[in-house]
Each structure stands twice: as structure tokens, then as C-alpha cells.
Nanobody
Framework: VQLVESGGGLVQDGGSLRLSCAAS????????MGWFRQAPGKEREFVAA????????SYASSVKGRSSVSRDNAKKMVELQMNSLKPEDTAVYYC?????????????????WGLGTLVTVSS
């Protein structure tokens, strides 16, 4: 599976962004998908995940209530809608694919990664 993120950019404090991840290759619907982020000088951290069918989602506490993850298996797309953005949300955002049996929030367990898209939230 090859993954390409898009939708990042510069947004003001309190603004919104919708990140997209386009997948190519076979069996996209077999993968659970995750979003992670990494700020300068910090470790990669979990943001959100969605299971293969889209019926289950999981969010980090830092984004819960202001983010929503969704997927369209026919289009091989997964999206992350982020609202009420804060300067501390500034990071490179990555989507990743995992064939594990349940949703996971440990980036080490994800097999395939995109190159990331930069989100910058100005105060």
C-alpha cells in the first residue's frame, strides 16, 4: 500500500483543516488506518485511527471532540477533519496502514506510511 497525504497548510488558531490520505495498491479495505503527528523535537504521537470498515474509531485525548476520522474504501481515501486547531497541533501529520486485528495507537505497529503533510497553526 502506498499512501500520500494532502491538505496541510497554515491556519490560524481556532481554524479548521481537512487532511486527506490517498492510497494505492491492493486491499486497502483490509487495513486499519491511523493518523499520527510529529512536532519538531518531539516523538511521533497517535492522533486517530479507523478500522477497516469504518465502523470503529479511536482518538487521542488531545484531539477528541474536535477531530473526526473517516474513510471511503471505494475511493481508497481516509480523511481527518480537525477543528478548533491550536498552536500545539502544529506538526507533520502522517497516515499509516495496519493489518492488525484491532485499532492500535502505537506507531511502531503500523506497516505502511506516507511522507506526511505539514500543519502549522499560528497564534
Amino acid at each position: 500500500v502506498q499512501l500520500v497525504e494532502s491538505g496541510g497548510g497554515l491556519v490560524q488558531d481556532g481554524g479548521s483543516l481537512r487532511l486527506s490520505c490517498a492510497a494505492s495498491g491492493s486491499s486497502f479495505s483490509n487495513y486499519n488506518m491511523g493518523w499520527f503527528r510529529q512536532a519538531p523535537g518531539k516523538e511521533r504521537e497517535f492522533v486517530a485511527a479507523i478500522n477497516w470498515s469504518g465502523s470503529l474509531t479511536s482518538y487521542a485525548s488531545s484531539v477528541k471532540g474536535r477531530s473526526s476520522v473517516s474513510r471511503d474504501n471505494a475511493k481508497k481515501m481516509v480523511e481527518l477533519q480537525m477543528n478548533s486547531l491550536k498552536p500545539e497541533d502544529t506538526a507533520v501529520y502522517y497516515c499509516a496502514a495496519d493489518r492488525g486485528p484491532y485499532l492500535r495507537n502505537n506507531w511502531l505497529e503500523y506497516e505502511y506510511w506516507g511522507l506526511g503533510t505539514l500543519v502549522t497553526v499560528s497564534s
